[in-house]
């Protein structure tokens, strides 16, 4: 079976399983903008089920123009309140260059590595909190998420002064 | 208990249960790109296993330079040659414009709204054929996931010629 027909042939099982489906709000108001690392389950990893949280990722977690267009519509269309930004140990962007990753890849482009998951995750909440049009968040935090382990460290906590 | 405090505390009983985890590379050399939408468990749909695959996700599962830097990462770094790129039903993009999305958000933005699945797949995949950094790309799919069914419809499909 090639790898495609192997999934499709995965969601014919699922879909013949599965549970009935929420609406498209997030029943926790809540979005997860995570790595697109293969060994984050994201709804597993937080307890989440179906229907409670918006999933946002890239390489690294990073919050992109990309994330920020996203959250636009999950604050204002979607009624999303709190984000959570999870970033990752032993992610491929820890301490590289743009310019090893121009190497490695032929890719001329920015590709946000970083040195110190605290502050990324410090720098990233500032353009949340910073972006005018997300106004509709009131809390933002910021996790590392230990994926030896699958244990979450709380890095930063954002809460809009009232 | 606060909306974070509960992501934490299930957090940890996920820790204590969890199996071990593979290393970087996704082991099926697989990437699927997909909609943020609360109603989209990526692993469950699909079959995949901790490990199997990168995950991108944004408003809509549309291919922006974000999902292109991510990419590149996955083709060149960590072995990807297939990727998925699956819109679903009732998505919030189809069929709405830009102005209608400023008026909503305040966001001055481009944010990818269409109007049919098929034309803005085969759009979406012609950008991932046509970027010359992901020649290792060697099979890309297109698939519309029906949220009320659970159901995959396969769209697109593109093979690298020989």
Redesign the interface.
């Given at each position: 079976m090639t790898?495609?027909a192997?999934?499709?042939?995965?969601?014919?099982?699922?879909?013949a399983a599965?549970a009935a489906?929420?609406g498209?709000?997030?029943?926790?108001?809540?979005?997860i903008v995570t790595c697109?690392?293969?060994?984050?389950?994201?709804?597993?990893?937080?307890?989440?089920h179906?229907?409670?949280?918006?999933?946002?990722?890239?390489?690294g977690g990073r919050v992109?123009?990309?994330?920020?267009?996203?959250l636009?519509?999950?604050?204002?269309?979607?009624g999303v309140d709190?984000v959570?930004v999870m970033q990752h140990t032993?992610c491929?962007?820890l301490g590289v260059t743009d310019l090893e990753?121009h190497d490695?890849?032929?890719?001329d482009?920015?590709?946000?590595g970083f040195d110190d998951h605290s502050a990324a995750l410090h720098e990233d909440i500032e353009v949340l909190t910073n972006t005018?049009?997300l106004h509709p968040l009131k809390?933002i935090?910021g996790f590392v998420y230990?994926?030896?382990?699958?244990?979450?460290t709380?890095v930063v906590?954002w809460e809009r002064p009232e």
């Open positions: 790898q495609i192997e999934l499709l042939a995965a969601n014919r099982n699922y879909a599965r489906v929420a498209a709000h997030p029943g926790r108001h809540l979005a697109m690392d293969a060994r984050i389950d994201t709804f597993a990893v937080l307890g989440l179906l229907g409670d949280a918006h999933v946002i990722r890239n390489a992109t123009l990309d994330v920020q267009r996203s636009a519509l999950s604050c204002h269309v979607l709190t959570v032993k491929g962007l990753l490695l890849t032929g890719a482009l920015g590709f946000l005018p049009y809390v935090a230990e994926v030896d382990t699958g244990a979450i709380d906590r």
